[in-house]
Structures are given as C-alpha cells and as structure tokens.
C-alpha cells in the first residue's frame, strides 16, 4: 500500500518537475552572447523566478529522495 502511494508521489513529482524546468526562462543568447555587452550578463531575478527555483529545488529533491527509497527496497 505505501509503496503504491509513494510511487504515484514519485511520478508526480517527476512530471512536475518536467514542467517546471520547461517554464523557466531561457539564460542565456547562445553564441551570439559572445559578442554582446556583458551588462545584460549580471542582472538579478525576478521574485517569480525565485519561486519557481525553489519550487524546482524543492521538486527535484522530492524526486531524487523517492527515487532513493523506492529503489533501495527498505519498504518490503
């Protein structure tokens, strides 16, 4: 039973953070960064985007510690 909760935990999790990395905003130009000024390099995020790293974080960690425990077998 608390495996099959966990499991479903562990595939949302998963899912979410696909979508979560998806909505993050591109950083950088790529190669034509290069050749532009680096003032535009150094500029601060947004709380949302502070939020939505936390979340991430937060997701990502959720995802890794499940993966963990429901690999390692402790439950059976």
Known sequence: ?????????WLSSGILLILFVLLHSPKGDGLGGLAAS???MF???S???ATLNRITWTCLALFLSLS???SAGWLR
């Open 43 to 45: 500029t601060s995020a």
């Open 1 to 9: 039973m608390i495996i099959n909760v966990l499991t479903w935990l």
């Open 68 to 70: 963990i425990i429901l």
């Open 47 to 49: 709380s949302a985007e």
């Open 38 to 40: 680096g003032s535009s």
